[in-house]
């Protein structure tokens, strides 16, 4: 992460806490977020 | 029987051509005409651009392609089109000239019953002093500019092993640049690679664009459920590049493009230098340049074409300002109104305005994105066009099939760093693709499919559609059910 000093353009933006980079690579979560992220396209694409 | 013509075989001249093939019987011909040899999946270019993958793994020769499937295939460049044929014959004809280096300058003309447009961009590097491969400033918009760019990397890296500090900067080199999303994408797998590399903290990453906010895109950005609260994209994108430890300059038009530095202005009315070893800066986007000629030979390019070069279809065309846009404005069938046989699919057709809110600084420099109408909604425009024309040969009056971009949803996978188990992905989706203040108050898109999301998954998704579309482009069995 950044090193956010006061009053600077990365002071204000949300980062992400260690749990949250965490369960971006996490596998479990992952393929979970899999199947959910294909549902998701496959709806947008049944839209056409 | 009908010859269907198809100038360009991107994704949208290639996918048009594919449907086509597919929906029309034996009796009628389907012609190809491209300048390039080759097919590109675009989007993998950025992973060509950090060397994580070579041109080969993103390209394939067309001609087997096409000789599998029966597609004549002319290696090319369009040159005019002559919509009413000419003063010995009202048959409407393309004229050509061949990159094919075995009749390379050699012209020709092609007959048509139908033609679709799908030429893609002029890269407009000539639009700012520098910009580009020739001048002082990289790109990723071709394999070859972005294989160069990976050589560059690498150089870099090593001059960074070696203890050297480097200045890097990414985004758009003109005010009026659309394709954000690619250079968004560079930034993000160009931090990832310098951090495999061992290397991050000898680098200084700028990211620079044109876009009113980070996270614009050229769409205006868009609202997303997040945390419990509904969030715009400039958030989610400030918050990646935050920590990331990316820089960025927005609301900026480069004005030139040095050999070591940048020279820029923004909507406030201000002007900056930035300092870079490598910069990876996106071109604005033109028409190609093709030319109308009627039947007695007189110029009707500025009835077939916008002044921008790209065609005119059934978009609603009128000036308006940016408070009377309409969703309803934009095109559904992209058939050419006064040529009824003539389509425009993908970039090459004129879009009926902006999808960010225009704007320009006192001096009058514009500095907005164009709207982006690449990748998916290209894919979808090329099949629906080529079922329209396919049903017209076959009898129907009028084009049988509809999608406007008003009503197409979309999902963008940028790529945030490729690794199996490491990687991760930056997946938007969101629809429609022009914002719609009527029918979804306040944010302008549904938000039950708005979306976005970064994980690894996305990184799965992005490598798996590689595949997939790779796989499709190639016509092997089945490849019908890999959707756009």
Sequence with gaps: MSDRKPYEQSYYPPVPTRFTRHMRTNLIWQLWEFLILNIKVLRMVRKH | ?484
């Design chain 2, 1 to 484: 029987m009908a010859r269907l013509v198809i100038l360009g075989a991107g994704i949208g001249g290639h996918t048009a051509a594919l449907h086509a093939r597919h929906k029309l019987g034996k009796q009628h011909e389907v012609v190809v005409i491209t300048p390039n040899s080759k097919w590109n999946w675009i989007p993998s270019n950025i992973w060509v651009g950090v060397g994580w993958m070579k041109p080969e793994q993103v390209t394939f020769e067309l001609a087997p392609v096409y000789a599998k499937l029966g597609i004549s295939f002319h290696q090319a460049k369009a040159v005019s089109i002559h919509p009413e044929g000419n003063d010995k014959s009202a048959t409407p004809y393309v004229t050509i000239e061949y990159t094919d280096p075995s009749k390379s300058g050699t012209k020709e003309t092609i007959t048509y019953d139908f033609l679709i447009n799908a030429t893609g961009p002029r890269l407009k590097f000539d639009a700012t002093p520098g910009l580009g491969p020739t001048g002082n400033s990289l790109s990723v918009c071709t394999y070859g500019h972005a294989s160069e760019t990976a050589g560059v990397l690498a150089e870099m890296i090593e001059r960074m092993r070696k203890g050297e500090r480097k200045k890097f900067l990414v985004g758009t080199g003109h005010g009026t640049c659309t394709c954000q999303g690619a250079a968004f994408e560079y930034a993000l797998n160009l931090e990832f690679e310098l951090q495999k590399a061992g290397v991050r903290d000898k680098a200084d990453i700028t990211w620079i664009s044109n876009e009113e906010e980070l996270g614009d895109f050229g769409v205006g950005g868009m609202h997303i459920k997040r945390g419990g609260y509904v969030t715009h994209s400039r958030i989610f994108a400030e918050s990646l590049f935050t920590e990331r430890d990316l820089h960025w300059i927005t609301r900026a038009h480069v004005q030139n493009v040095g050999e070591n530095q940048i020279s820029y202005e923004t909507l406030d009315n201000e002007e900056g230098t930035a300092d870079f070893d490598f910069a990876m800066l996106l071109p604005p986007f033109s028409g190609v340049g093709l030319t109308a000629i009627d039947r007695d030979g007189a110029d009707i390019t500025s009835k077939l074409f916008a002044p921008n070069g790209f065609m005119k279809v059934d978009a609603d065309y009128t000036a308006k300002p940016y408070e009377q846009w309409k969703p309803t404005d934009w095109p559904s069938t992209y058939q050419n109104p006064d040529y009824s046989n003539i389509f425009a699919v993908g970039i090459a057709f004129a879009p009926p305005h902006a999808i960010s809110r225009p704007m320009q600084n006192e001096r009058g420099t514009k500095i907005s994105p164009t709207p982006p109408r690449t990748g998916m909604p290209t894919g979808v425009m090329a099949r629906l066009v080529a079922y329209s024309i396919a049903d017209m040969m076959n009898g129907s009056e009028h084009p049988t099939h509809e999608s406007s971009m008003a009503n197409m949803g979309v999902a963008c996978i940028a790529s945030a760093g490729a690794g199996l188990f490491n990687g991760t992905g930056v997946t938007m989706t969101m629809y429609p693709v022009i914002p719609d203040f009527q029918r979804f108050p306040n944010t302008g898109r549904d938000l039950s499919y708005t979306s976005g999301k970064i994980g690894l998954a996305g990184h799965w998704l992005k490598h798996i559609l590689h595949h997939a579309f790779l796989y499709k482009a190639k016509a092997k069995p089945f490849w019908r059910i890999v959707p756009e």
